[in-house]
């Protein structure tokens, strides 16, 4: 089948979140997704003829044409300590960090499994057992178990799932997403969340039309970086030997599974990054900043 083109492919997957079609005017369509009237119109055009939508309702064939694109799992890496987070994390993992009542991590798997990924990988080290308590909510998760994450950096968990990465969502497990919006079940292209900023003294990248050129810590006019990214099933296969020759380089241990194609091998991927905004999602990274967001842990 012939490829999407982007326009496409957006108006396609909003056809697809709209599927009773009412109220779907081109005018709403292109306000929607931010396109002129005309590009809609050609869009819907195309699909008429390929029957891919009928009156601006997606078809059976307008499916299967997304189908390339759907997200086919869902992998959280959750290995990690969480030292900035002592004294709650001296107990508890921190994606199992309750913040107004809800773990931090259950924030992502609602998002996860609203958008029909049944496909969830969890890669646990620190107190993992603890982690067993997400079945009774979640009861499809897989486990995995990364034996070295006390003395290796994540790229220790992106090893046990090296193999798994095509058509797959990567998700840090401590961040609070506010916004589960982001997490949808069709994927154009390969890419990570990012907001853009004039400033941050965190992960940020520069980018140029769209894609990523360059991974840093601290930047000016750039991307603030959040560990959420999708990897299509050519990047995804790509990164399996990647991951591996990094980790294995002297010091591979301690870098992040990210610089992998964001920095080691930036010439071999076009990552394009994907807007959002810091009210879409948090990160916690010290025990001060979860006391400002959960009153429970002034006392």
């Known amino acids: 089948m012939e490829e999407l083109s ?15 079609g ?36 997606i078809t059976a064939e307008g499916l299967t044409a ?17 030292s900035r987070l002592v ?57 995995l178990e990364n034996p070295l994450y006390n003395e290796a ?42 907001v853009s900023t004039e400033r941050t003294d965190d992960w940020c990248f520069e980018t140029k039309n769209g894609v990523i050129t360059k991974l840093r810590v601290g930047g000016k006019n750039c991307y603030h970086m959040f560990g959420i990214s999708y990897w299509n099933r050519r990047d995804g296969a790509k990164m399996a030997g990647h991951i591996k020759q990094v980790y294995e380089m002297p010091g591979g241990k301690e870098r992040y599974w990210d610089q992998v194609a964001l920095d080691y091998f930036a010439k071999a991927y076009e990552i394009e990054v994907r807007e959002c905004s810091f009210d879409d999602i948090t990160e916690i990274d010290t025990f001060p900043e979860l006391k400002k967001l959960d009153d429970t842990y002034r006392v």
């Not at 840090?172 to 990012?194: F, V």
């Open 6 to 20: 982007r326009t496409q492919f957006n108006v396609l997957t909003f056809l697809e979140n709209n599927k009773d």
């Open 66 to 82: 997304l189908e390339p694109y759907r997200v086919e799992r869902a992998i959280f890496l959750a290995a990690g300590f969480g």
């Open 22 to 57: 009412k109220n779907l005017t081109q005018r709403s369509i292109a306000k929607a997704l931010n396109l002129s009237v005309g590009t809609v119109n050609k869009a819907l055009l195309y699909f008429t003829e390929t029957g891919f939508s009928n009156d601006s309702i």
């Open 153 to 194: 950096n994540n790229i220790s968990s992106a090893m046990c799932v090296r193999y798994q990465l095509q058509n797959a969502y990567v998700l840090e497990s401590d961040l609070l997403l506010w916004n589960p919006r982001l997490i949808t079940k069709y994927q154009y292209a390969s890419n990570y969340l990012g």
């Open 87 to 143: 004294p709650i994390t001296l107990n508890t993992p921190k994606p199992l960090v309750r913040v107004k009542g809800i773990r931090i991590i259950d924030t992502l798997l609602d998002a996860v499994t609203a958008a029909g990924i049944t496909d969830i990988t969890i890669v646990r080290g620190y107190l993992g057992e603890q982690f067993d308590q997400l079945l009774y909510k979640y009861p499809g998760i897989k486990f």
